[in-house]
Every structure is written in structure tokens, then in C-alpha cells.
């Protein structure tokens, strides 16, 4: 009896996922709850597991293919070797089988079932999926080329997954030197989302810069204290989250975004940390931060930490951001204009640490310094906001008091 493999529901506004890898071939052992194949969508990676015990059966989805939800990707053949060399002819199957065509690239105006998501952008742009070329699945119209689509006035774009080239041939002693590698899904979208919010927001960046004296006093002198009784390291992020969401509550069109001729003011504070991992950055949110002490801010991101690196994310639990921090200072940078991560308005970007010369009190002396850089969205915030949520956040950390008096 053979048990098929699905997709698993893939989250709110998720549509779509690319099989990464299969951790198994046709005929091998499978235990149940094991995982047997990755997929990739365009917020993280997560393993299926096989449904029951038995061997590996055919393998329907191969590498590289796009798959929707409830599709089925394989099957498990309950069994011992009976099962295994059941399974084992149609391993071999495809060697002796002739390469099937290419399919032929969809026409914009085929009639298909593209989904709910697409029929949804549909109703509300008045874009329709006839005339969007589909990235998808037998030409399917996906929702990231309804977005292309209705960005650009309804126009046809070259497919984020097929971006045109542009790039001048190799010299062949210079070619056969290079290796050209997919990008994987993951590093598709995040170029995607990246290149259309520049593209859509009237992005802008302001500047302060910030001594972190006190902070760093504070983290010293309380830092053994707070991991003994926490079992989680003091670092600067739950200071940062605290100062953000104190400034969110005074300039809250920082905490807003755009819904068509909407501004949508958000009375709670999701802060989404930027995490760097080998396959790209992901943004996990740290949900009502406003409603956790330091200590559970810095439990919550440093569990967020272990587990984007071990691609374990929920995708779950990269959606509903209000406003999002990014650290480039881990990595040495000194300053740098941080991409919003729409549809938010705001991004704080944190930088390295380091000595420099400053004035105070009419003298000369050298303090812990940081640049700050906050990233906006010049449609929903103005000027004077900005500058104003920056200097919020710069007081904040200078006077760490505050965050605890609420001031």
C-alpha cells in the first residue's frame, strides 16, 4: 500500500515552493516523521516528513520543480523489501525513458486557475492574470508576478525566477573558470522584494550617531548577573528593541504602511531582527516586543538565531513585521542606507562600535561611538518624523533610565 507525500500548508501568502533537495532516493528505508525531501519557498526552507514507515516510492516532484500547496511530491510504500523492489524499477525508469519536450511557454492570455491570491490582486488592481506572462507551474500566473505586474502599471516584467541578462559573454579563457550556480528560491525572492521596494517606496535615509557609554556600562557591570538568572547573554538588541519601540509610540507613521490609498496605523509593535544565514537573510519577528522585558526580547532573538541558522524558522514567524532592525556592525560595517522591508515604512540600521573623538562639556574625549541609519518611507513619513524617531532612539540609548521610567 503506498502512502502519498504532500505539500504541506505553507502560510499566509505563501503560494508556492521549489523542492530543494530529496534526502532519499526511490527504494530507500523511511521511518515515519522522517524527513525525506526540502522545499524552499520565498520566506525559509522547511523538511517534509515521510507519513509512514516503509521505502521510498516514486518520486513524482523532482529537484528544482515548483509545487503548490496539497500537491503531491511522492509516495512511501508500507513494507519491507517487497516494498524495495517495487519501488527500485522505477528508479531506473527514467534512464531508459526519452527526454520529455520542453514544455512550451505559456501564452499570456491562456485561461488557467491561478489560485486565490492571484484572483485576489486581481479584483483589487484591476490587473488581469490573462495578460501576465506566469512563472509558474504549466505557466501558472504566481502572486509575486501579479505584484511584478501591478508595480510596474500592469505592464509585462521579465520573470523574477528568468531575469534577463545583460551581462557580455566571457572571454572562454575567463569561462571555463567560472561556475554558474541557480539561485536558490530563497536568494530569488529576497532580490525580488529588495529591487521592488526601491522601486516602489520613496525611500530615503537620515543619519545620527550614537554613544553607547552607558549602555555599555549597564552591559557590563549587569551582564553575569542577567545570564545566570536569565540563561540568555545581555547583548545591545533588547536595549535597541526597547528604544525603537518607545520612538515607534511617539512617530507612529513609522509604524504604519501604505493599503491603496490607505495609511494603515499599527497599534502594536512586531520589530522584525534581521538574521544573516549561509543561504541569505531572514527576518524572524519578535511579536508585541513591546509587552516583553529585555530579558525576553534577548531569549526570543537569540532562539530566533539558532534556529535560522539551522533553517528550523516557521514561516509563521516571518510574517506580520511593523518595523524591522538590521545589524550590519557584527559584520564591521561603519555605516550603510539599510532597504525597507515593505510594506513597512521604517528600518533601523545598527552599525560597529568604535572609538572616535567627541566633544563634551567643551572638551575633547573619545567615546564608544555608533552610527544609526533609519531608512524610510518618504510617502507615509516626513522629514521631521524621521529626524525626530532618530534623535527618540539616540536619547534612549544614552540615557538607558529611560527606557526603564518610560520616559
Do not use: C
Not at 86 to 113: I, N, Q
Amino acid at each position: 500500500m503506498a502512502t502519498e507525500i504532500r505539500v504541506p500548508t505553507l502560510g499566509e501568502s505563501v503560494s508556492e515552493a521549489t523542492i530543494g533537495r530529496w534526502f532519499k532516493k526511490p527504494g530507500d528505508p523511511v521511518k515515519a516523521d522522517e524527513p525525506v525531501l526540502e522545499l524552499e519557498t520565498d520566506k525559509v526552507t522547511l523538511e517534509v516528513n515521510a507519513p509512514v514507515s516503509g521505502t521510498l516510492g516514486e518520486i513524482i516532484a523532482k529537484d528544482g520543480e515548483t509545487v503548490t500547496p496539497g500537491a503531491v511530491l511522492g509516495s512511501v510504500v508500507e513494507g519491507g523489501a517487497a516494498a524495495a523492489s517495487a519501488a527500485a524499477p522505477k528508479a531506473e525508469a527514467p534512464k531508459a525513458a526519452p527526454a520529455p519536450a520542453a514544455p512550451a511557454p505559456a501564452a499570456p492570455g491562456a485561461a488557467k486557475d491561478h489560485g486565490p491570491a492571484v484572483a485576489r490582486l486581481a479584483a483589487e488592481s484591476g490587473v488581469s492574470p490573462a495578460a501576465v506572462p506566469g512563472t509558474g507551474k504549466d505557466g501558472r500566473v504566481t502572486k509575486g508576478d501579479m505584484l511584478a505586474a501591478i508595480a510596474t502599471g500592469g505592464a509585462a516584467v521579465p520573470a523574477p525566477s528568468a531575469p534577463v541578462s545583460v551581462r557580455a559573454p566571457s572571454a572562454p579563457v575567463d569561462a571555463e573558470r567560472e561556475e554558474r550556480v541557480k539561485m536558490t528560491k530563497l536568494r530569488q525572492t529576497i532580490a525580488r522584494r529588495l529591487k521592488d521596494a526601491q522601486n516602489t517606496a520613496a525611500m530615503l535615509t537620515t543619519f545620527n550617531d550614537v554613544d553607547m557609554s552607558a549602555v555599555m556600562s549597564l552591559r557590563s557591570q549587569y551582564k553575569d548577573i542577567f545570564e545566570k538568572k536569565h540563561g540568555t547573554k545581555l547583548g545591545f538588541m533588547g536595549f535597541f528593541t526597547k528604544a525603537v519601540i518607545q520612538a515607534l509610540k511617539e512617530i507612529p507613521a513609522v509604524n504604519a504602511e501604505i493599503d491603496g490609498t490607505d495609511l494603515v496605523y499599527k497599534n502594536y509593535y512586531h520589530i522584525g531582527i534581521a538574521v544573516g544565514t549561509e543561504k541569505g537573510l531572514v527576518v524572524p519577528v519578535v511579536r508585541d516586543a513591546d509587552l516583553l522585558s529585555v530579558a525576553g526580547i534577548e531569549k526570543t532573538i537569540a532562539d530566533f538565531g539558532r534556529r535560522a541558522r539551522d533553517g528550523k524558522l516557521g514561516i509563521e514567524e516571518m510574517q506580520g513585521g511593523t518595523f524591522t532592525i538590521t545589524n550590519g556592525g557584527i559584520y564591521g560595517s561603519l555605516m550603510s542606507t539599510p532597504i525597507l522591508n515593505a510594506p513597512q515604512s521604517g528600518i533601523l540600521g545598527m552599525h560597529r562600535i568604535e572609538d572616535r573623538p567627541v566633544v563634551r562639556n567643551g572638551q575633547v574625549v573619545i567615546r564608544p561611538m555608533m552610527y544609526l541609519a533609519l531608512s524610510y518611507d518618504h510617502r507615509i513619513v516626513d522629514g521631521k518624523e524621521a529626524v525626530t524617531f532618530l534623535v527618540r532612539v539616540k536619547e534612549a540609548l544614552e540615557d538607558p533610565a529611560r527606557l526603564v521610567l518610560d520616559l
